[in-house]
């Protein structure tokens, strides 16, 4: 009996598991926050470690306490969500006296952009640095885009996200992305600009997948959208072959779902349904010329 001929898609998914089982999930953010590393201003010292991965990934580049922001002449605004963070516990040793790291403790920091100055009422302004573009624009997948009729709002601040409650993505502006070890600055704006693009079909209004809102949830929804990113990257000719940093992003998340290798191939079939809806608002070239 002849065997079947996979589809790409297929093809793709199996190139993308056999990386994630070679390679480890050492993953890059592909932008940057003009601000640079996520820092303490009261400190003025540079997140660390996980924090600086966590607060990176939020395109939060400045953040401190709410008694750090108050010292400083800054004062946080009624309503604002505090974000948590790890800090060290610091005691003395009992036999020495000297100073000793217990482990960590849970924390909470308030964003620049939640504090007003307490005598001016001014918000925080970060400073003016300027960028260069490294990108190559990619007019077949700026028309893709733009056809979807998705709304996106361009920052400075580092911030790649979808939010749901706004149908809207916010993406850092182009000259922010840069290259990696695995991707070039263009490869890194598209892929990363499909990849919310992958998150906003899931909206209510469309395929209506963004109910389950818990760690699995949430880690599931990831492996949908970047292997949303993956077979669009493919089909509009990005990249012809999966990149590290997609199989290095979709491991860490994996590692969420307890390594489970069944969800790669469920969020596949998702992914399928992503790039279906997303190819289906495309307009042909015959109908918008007649229009």
């Known amino acids: 009996m002849a065997k079947t001929k996979m589809n790409v ?10 990386m994630m089982q070679q390679g480890g999930t050492d993953w890059t953010m592909p932008f940057r926050s ?29 953040v401190a306490g709410y008694g750090q922001w108050a010292d400083m002449g800054w004062q946080v605004q009624k309503g604002s969500k505090a974000i948590s963070i790890t800090a060290p516990m610091v005691g003395k040793d009992k ?3 000297d100073p000793k790291m217990f482990g ?16 001016t009422g001014e918000a925080w302004k970060h400073p003016e640095v300027s960028t260069v573009d490294l990108t190559e624009r990619l007019h077949n997948v700026d028309a893709f885009i733009k056809a979807t009729g998705f709304t996106t709002d361009f920052t400075n601040e580092g911030k790649a996200c979808y939010t749901p409650a706004l149908d809207k993505i916010t993406m850092p502006n182009r000259e922010l992305f840069e290259a990696t070890k695995t991707s070039t600055a263009t490869e890194a704006f598209y892929s990363t600009y499909l990849h919310e693009c992958g998150h906003m079909t899931g909206h209510s209004s469309r395929l209506d997948r963004l109910g389950e809102k818990n760690k699995r949830g949430y880690a599931f929804e990831e492996l949908i959208a970047e292997l949303t990113a993956l077979f669009m990257c493919n089909q509009l000719q990005i990249s012809s072959e999966p990149r590290e940093d997609h199989a290095q992003y979709l491991k860490g998340w994996l590692k969420a779902l307890g390594d489970d290798m069944d969800y790669i191939f469920k969020a596949a079939t998702a992914a399928q349904k992503a790039c279906d809806l997303l190819n289906s608002l495309q307009v042909s070239e015959e109908v918008s010329e007649a229009a």
């Open 104 to 119: 960590f403790r849970a924390a909470k920091v308030f964003s620049c952009d939640d504090v007003l100055n307490i005598k």
């Open 9 to 18: 898609k297929e093809e793709l998914t199996l190139k993308i598991i056999e």
């Open 95 to 97: 036999e020495t006296g």
């Open 34 to 62: 003009l601000n640079g590393s996520p820092s303490n201003p009261s400190t003025g010292k540079a997140y660390r470690g996980i924090n600086a991965l966590w607060l990176g990934l939020l395109g939060q580049s400045t």
